[in-house]
């Protein structure tokens, strides 16, 4: 093992002991989750560029594991999931931040079930014409993005939800998609030695319950102003590629985390001895 290697496996623990609290949590033993380390360094290396065509050997070299083991990974990997906006979360992001769908204090507007703009129906058919606007409804409803009023005429928008709290397939789909991505932005950046792709954070210590707690109120209250500008202007972008015939063949994600937590595990915790 060289030097590079030695450094590399801490960072590698502090990146998959997260994972393995989540597994833990959900019950999930090691044994399906140790299958699908195989299957990502078997794709890993096919997308180096270790192998050409289905050259099993080279493969098996650059990840260590055995032929037959390759041979049986590699017929099971399949196109990784495209990763599209779904309408629901285009029709939340479009009415938290369009000027015509905001009001008094650029807070997000009630908006009557049907009828001219603004409307939901109005705001479906901007995002779509692929699925109507009772449907598109029913789902923003059925994740708590929105709600109806008593009569069901008028549609609230929930400007507090973040991402939905009951549905399984979405937390988890929010999970790989969010996380996945921003460790490929910090792992491409280490692998070509360069910036290519924006990442920074602030760290702080010595913070109170109460201070580390306030941390999250401030950056919901920077993501509200980041957003409402982020979005027009993506749309934007997205408009002008199109007016130009550009093809549409990137994506990008941009996103703001907050994390707080005791600075020691409670069994690394000792308590402080007076000096002599």
């Not at 496996?9 to 299958?35: D, M, Q, S, T, Y």
């Not at 995002?127 to 709600?147: A, C, K, Q």
């Not at 749309?235 to 063949?249: F, H, K, S, W």
């Not at 994600?253 to 001895?273: C, I, K, Q, S, V």
């Amino acid at each position: 093992m060289d030097k590079r290697d030695e450094l590399l496996l801490p960072a590698l623990e502090a990146l998959l002991v997260p994972l393995a609290r989540l597994c833990v949590a959900h019950g999930l033993a090691h044994a399906p989750v140790e299958e699908l380390l195989k299957r990502a360094f078997v794709r890993a290396a096919r997308e180096a560029g270790h192998t050409a065509g289905r050259d099993v050997s080279r493969v098996a070299t650059a990840t260590g594991l055995s032929r037959r083991e390759v041979t049986r990974l590699s017929g099971e990997l399949a196109p990784l999931p495209a990763q599209r906006p779904t309408p629901a979360g285009r029709a939340y992001a479009h009415w938290m931040t369009h000027p015509d769908y905001r009001g008094p204090g650029d807070q997000p507007l009630a908006l009557p079930r049907s009828g001219p703009a603004p409307s939901f129906d109005s705001l479906a058919q901007a995002i779509t014409r692929h699925v109507h606007p009772r449907s598109l409804l029913d789902e923003m409803l059925r994740l708590g993005l929105v709600r109806l009023s008593d009569d069901g005429q008028t549609v609230h928008l929930d400007t507090e939800r973040v991402a939905p709290t009951q549905d399984d397939a979405q937390m988890f789909g929010f999970l790989g998609a969010n996380v996945g991505d921003h460790l490929a932005a910090a792992t491409a950046n280490v692998v070509h030695r360069d910036r290519r792709h924006f990442e920074q954070a602030i760290y702080a210590d010595e913070l109170s319950e109460q201070s580390a707690a306030a941390i999250g109120d401030l950056a919901r209250a920077q993501w509200v102003r980041l957003r409402a500008e982020l979005i027009p202007e993506l749309e934007r972008l997205i408009a002008a590629d199109q007016a130009a015939g550009r093809p549409g063949t990137h994506r990008a994600r941009l996103g703001l985390f907050t994390y707080h937590d005791h600075d020691l595990e409670p069994d690394d915790a000792t308590p402080d001895t007076p000096a002599p």
